[in-house]
């Protein structure tokens, strides 16, 4: 099977890194596009556009069968219309782990961390709305503005992320928050500060593992076998720090450039 990933940057790998514990036998091409991060910031309209400039250079290039959607404002703004314009691809999107974090919360006090577009997205509100409906649970809904380039700069110890989550998770400590979701696949990179902030056990919900066990189902339902050496190639639209690209799949690994 042939998998196309994408993100504004970094975070994507998270959920890279869950595939390559779980899927075998693929070819997993990633796509970092550095060139128009943060999506977080950019207008529905211009985001669609990456996506579908995205997703023909993989069909064009590397014959994709399955496009994982690796970026929750992404899947926010496009994965609708993707699945309309290519129904012959599996397309995976990725959402904030609400339903688990209900599931999961022992205070009923869940708190959801995201970039502003994510929260302000409809696809995010519709389902926020719907599974509060049915659970008696408090959300302690945060955007973060600023927190994904702090992270793509590599500053994921340094004193001014910690004192942007310090700020953010202050309420969420305050009011006995016992589970947050991570809503943006960059932010399980900042999981150990967030858990040293809330001073906590905490159930930290990211989305990675999810997405594989979902497209293992889809995959072998397509005839896909889970079997066999995995491959991955990763490119980026403009400059990236291989270094964390490295640190995060766990070893050495080369950045190709590209221009879509």
Same mark, same amino acid.
């Given at each position: $099977?042939?998998?196309?990933?994408?993100?504004?940057?970094?975070?994507?790998?998270?959920?890279?890194?869950?595939?390559?514990?779980?899927?075998?036998?693929?070819?997993?091409?990633?796509?970092?596009?550095?060139?128009?991060?943060?999506?977080?910031?950019?207008?529905?309209?211009?985001?669609?556009?990456?996506?579908?400039?995205?997703?023909?250079?993989?069909? #064009?290039?590397?014959?994709?069968? &399955?496009?994982?959607?690796? +970026? #929750?404002?992404?899947?926010?703004?496009?994965?609708?219309?993707?699945?309309?314009?290519?129904? *012959?691809?599996?397309?995976?999107?990725? *959402?904030?782990?609400?339903? @688990? &974090?209900?599931?999961?919360?022992?205070?009923?006090?869940?708190?959801?961390?995201?970039?502003?577009?994510?929260?302000?997205?409809?696809?995010?509100?519709?389902?926020? #709305?719907?599974? &509060?409906?049915?659970?008696?649970?408090?959300?302690?809904?945060?955007? +973060?503005?600023?927190?994904?380039?702090?992270?793509?700069?590599?500053?994921?110890?340094? @004193?001014?992320?910690?004192?942007?989550?310090?700020?953010?998770?202050?309420?969420?400590?305050?009011?006995?928050?016992?589970?947050?979701?991570?809503? +943006?696949?960059?932010?399980?990179?900042?999981?150990?500060?967030?858990?040293?902030? $809330?001073?906590?056990?905490? #159930?930290?919900?990211?989305?990675?593992?999810?997405?594989?066990?979902?497209?293992?189902?889809?995959?072998?339902?397509?005839?896909?076998?889970?079997?066999?050496?995995?491959?991955?190639?990763?490119?980026?639209?403009?400059?990236?720090?291989?270094?964390?690209?490295?640190?995060?799949?766990?070893?050495?690994?080369?950045?190709?450039?590209?221009?879509?």
């Amino acid at each position: $099977m042939k998998i196309g990933v994408f993100d504004s940057g970094l975070g994507g790998l998270t959920v890279v890194q869950a595939m390559t514990r779980m899927i075998k036998g693929a070819q997993i091409f990633y796509i970092a596009d550095t060139q128009h991060a943060p999506y977080g910031e950019k207008t529905q309209e211009q985001i669609l556009q990456y996506a579908f400039n995205i997703t023909e250079y993989f069909l #064009n290039t590397h014959e994709i069968d &399955a496009l994982i959607i690796a +970026c #929750n404002t992404a899947t926010s703004a496009a994965v609708k219309a993707l699945r309309e314009t290519y129904p *012959e691809l599996i397309i995976i999107g990725t *959402e904030p782990g609400i339903k @688990p &974090a209900m599931e999961q919360t022992k205070t009923g006090k869940v708190g959801v961390l995201a970039t502003p577009a994510t929260l302000k997205g409809d696809k995010y509100q519709q389902l926020a #709305n719907s599974l &509060a409906m049915q659970k008696d649970v408090t959300l302690f809904e945060q955007a +973060c503005p600023g927190l994904v380039e702090q992270i793509e700069q590599g500053k994921i110890d340094h @004193p001014q992320t910690q004192e942007m989550l310090e700020a953010w998770l202050h309420p969420m400590r305050e009011n006995d928050v016992d589970t947050v979701v991570l809503g +943006c696949t960059h932010y399980p990179l900042v999981a150990d500060m967030i858990e040293k902030i $809330m001073q906590r056990e905490l #159930n930290l919900i990211h989305t990675g593992e999810a997405i594989a066990k979902r497209l293992l189902v889809l995959g072998e339902e397509k005839g896909h076998k889970n079997e066999g050496e995995l491959t991955l190639a990763i490119y980026s639209t403009d400059s990236i720090a291989t270094h964390l690209v490295s640190g995060i799949i766990g070893k050495e690994v080369e950045v190709e450039a590209i221009v879509l």
